[in-house]
């Protein structure tokens, strides 16, 4: 894994269009994203350009004219490049590419660096490794030009640099290799699964946006030590932990011995423009909640795009068919808002507010999830 330096900060300028449809707010709010997704990565936004276009460019994404704004502004600034908020086509990577002469990433090439960089387990390095191929063969052309540019920094994390003159049936043999690896795991998975269910122990998976809380929740929940940091998808890898449910006991002391039992899982976060190819590797990870008996929703109640970012997890929820579980619906960070503010989700079962990091609201939650258990039992 080709890593930064420590004082080797690479530098953006940010591009987005703006489709017929969407608003200014919309597009300012996903290159706001786009930039907390840069610095997750290593690096930093130098300026943006928004362009409004009936659709994007073929050929070179934005419009001419603001294609040649934007190599005024990498040559005042020194960037290393452009970062783009969708997905790139080849050609519009090539042209992007040959118009700049610089590196150009999209939006899916930031996130699969992400998960490059973060993934620890060897399920998740071969998932993440399998995704990026998989973009990279369906991109070949595109990225030659692109990458081939680059000594290290974003775009360079995981399997290594894919030359545009490299073959590509030895491409997809890698790629049968590694989907084969993962299938195998997919099936240890499994064999988990069916023993769960064997020994009767409930299991609630933690589902939401990314950075909305939920390792900082399942370490509170559980009692164990779990990685959590403030950036996006600061957690990748999937974590069970086995807990007992404190309930109340006989004058209003918390009991935590005969509390039902569950299995808490941790599962990767959503985000607006998920790479389908994350999905299609992560989805034996991700379907963690389609085979849950219910699903803890740790939303942000400070975001100022939570409904959007509700939707977005309810709509990924449904491609992987886990529509249909109870929800409960936590709203994290209550103590950054204040106490009149309304929060709703229709969808949800049952919905309270928590502070996952000061531990506020964790006796409510604690009986809503038992009551939640026992309910699925019956």
């Excluded at 786009?34 to 050929?59: H, K, M, S, Y």
């Excluded at 369906?138 to 360079?156: A, E, F, K, M, N």
């Excluded at 073959?167 to 795991?185: P, Q, S, W």
């Excluded at 933690?206 to 996006?232: C, H, P, W």
Aim: glycine share 8%.
């Amino acid at each position: 894994m080709i890593e930064l330096q420590k004082n080797d900060t690479e530098k953006y300028l940010l591009l987005a269009v703006r489709l017929p449809g969407m608003g200014a707010y919309e597009t300012e709010k996903s290159l706001d994203e786009l930039a907390a997704l840069a610095e997750t990565a290593g690096a930093e936004e130098v300026g943006r350009l928004i362009q409004r276009l009936d659709r994007f460019d073929p050929n070179t994404y934005l419009g001419e004219g603001k294609v040649l704004e934007a190599a005024q502004i990498l040559e005042e600034t020194e960037a290393t490049g452009v970062l783009c908020d969708d997905e790139l086509s080849p050609a519009q990577m090539r042209g992007l590419s040959e118009k700049l002469g610089c590196k150009v990433i999209d939006r899916t090439i930031l996130i699969l660096d992400i998960f490059a960089a973060h993934a620890k387990t060897n399920e998740g390095k071969l998932q993440v490794e399998l995704a990026q191929l998989k973009y990279r063969a369906s991109h070949l052309s595109g990225l030659g030009t692109s990458l081939s540019r680059q000594g290290g920094g974003i775009g360079t994390r995981g399997p290594g640099e894919t030359k545009l003159e490299s073959d590509k049936r030895a491409i997809r043999t890698k790629i049968g290799r590694l989907a084969r690896r993962v299938k195998e795991m997919e099936q240890v998975r499994d064999v988990g699964r069916k023993q769960r269910v064997r020994n009767r122990v409930p299991v609630a998976a933690i589902v939401g946006y990314t950075n909305a809380g939920k390792s900082t929740l399942l370490g509170r929940l559980s009692g164990a030590e779990v990685f959590a940091k403030d950036m996006l998808f600061a957690t990748l890898d999937p974590l069970t932990r086995k807990c007992r449910i404190p309930v109340p006991g006989e004058e209003g002391v918390t009991d935590y011995l005969t509390g039902p039992e569950v299995l808490l899982t941790d599962t990767v976060g959503f985000i607006n423009k998920l790479p389908h190819q994350l999905i299609d590797a992560f989805r034996s990870t991700l379907e963690e909640a389609k085979y849950a008996d219910l699903l803890i929703h740790v939303a942000d109640a400070s975001d100022p795009d939570l409904d959007k970012h509700l939707a977005v997890v309810y709509d990924t929820l449904a491609d992987l068919g886990a529509s249909d579980k109870p929800v409960l619906t936590v709203w994290n960070k209550t103590d950054l808002i204040p106490e009149e503010t309304e929060l709703h989700d229709p969808k949800a079962f049952r919905t309270l507010r928590i502070s996952a990091k000061t531990g506020t609201g964790m006796e409510g939650l604690y009986a809503a999830l038992a009551a939640m258990i026992r309910e699925n039992a019956d």
